[in-house]
């Protein structure tokens, strides 16, 4: 079978590929990767053929099309039952979806006021209420997992699609100064301290792409 192929956009400013890449470098995925520039129109035809939502991340395994990062991440854990991408134990596992169906469907405040962006880092940043009211429930389910399963990732010793729901969480909170308590910071830390995290980060600056209504200060 041809190596899979993971399509996404840009790394600085793509959040859910990067919550789909990180499930395939978590899982163990030997894939290569086919990056969609952003907002460029003769793409878009070429993506209907990968994602029929004409969003990323997709990814093409064999004859297999799968699109949405929470199908990727179930997708990857029946392939990669080992990788234990969502924890063994059933509770566990329930508690796992319903913190990733959370973060896939919610937090529409947070996710509008501090877009995710990598390269930027604006100071002292102003944050609303109603994206405050994201952050406290975000900050919450953290600390929740963290002493519920002992830590140091969401769901215990090794980093998962609970993780890599969050990952571009962990960026924006960085990237807009957000004030932590050092639960919190820690884990934000070993997160962005995972080489494969380390991997995108680097990349994401390298970008030449800019938006400049995303690097806005507002
Ligand atoms: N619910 C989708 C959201 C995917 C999404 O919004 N992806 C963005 C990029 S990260 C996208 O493809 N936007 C359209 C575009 O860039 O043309 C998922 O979980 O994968």
């Known amino acids: 079978m041809a190596k899979p192929v993971l399509t996404i956009s840009s790394?600085?400013?793509g959040a859910w590929a990067l919550r789909g890449w990180l499930m395939c470098r978590l899982a163990g995925l030997d894939?290569?990767?086919k990056v969609i520039p952003p907002d460029d129109p003769a793409m878009k035809a070429e993506m209907l053929l990968l994602s029929s939502s004409m969003?990323?991340?997709s990814l093409q395994h064999g004859s297999v099309k799968v699109w949405d990062t929470l199908a990727?991440?179930?997708y990857?854990?029946?392939i990669k039952p080992k990788a234990g991408l969502l924890p063994a134990d059933v509770a566990a596992r329930a508690h796992c979806r319903a913190?990733?169906?959370e973060m896939h469907s919610g937090f529409?405040?947070?996710r509008g006021a501090l877009p995710m962006n990598i390269k930027a880092h604006f100071k002292n940043f102003k944050v609303w209420s109603r994206a405050q009211a994201d952050i406290d429930r975000i900050v919450a389910i953290?600390?929740?997992c963290l002493k519920a399963y002992g830590g140091p990732f969401l769901f215990g010793k090794q980093p998962g699609m609970a993780d890599a729901m969050y990952a571009p969480v962990v960026t924006r909170f960085l990237s807009y100064d957000v004030a932590l308590d050092s639960t919190c910071a820690a884990y934000c830390k070993r997160v962005m301290e995972l080489p494969p995290m380390q991997e995108w980060v680097a990349a994401a600056k390298q970008e030449p792409e800019e938006i400049d209504e995303l690097d806005a200060e507002f």
């Open 76 to 78: 990857l854990n029946e």
């Open 72 to 74: 990727i991440g179930e």
């Open 31 to 33: 894939f290569s990767e």
């Open 55 to 57: 969003l990323v991340p």
């Open 99 to 101: 913190i990733c169906g």
């Open 142 to 144: 953290w600390r929740e």
């Open 108 to 110: 529409s405040s947070m």
């Open 11 to 13: 790394k600085n400013y």
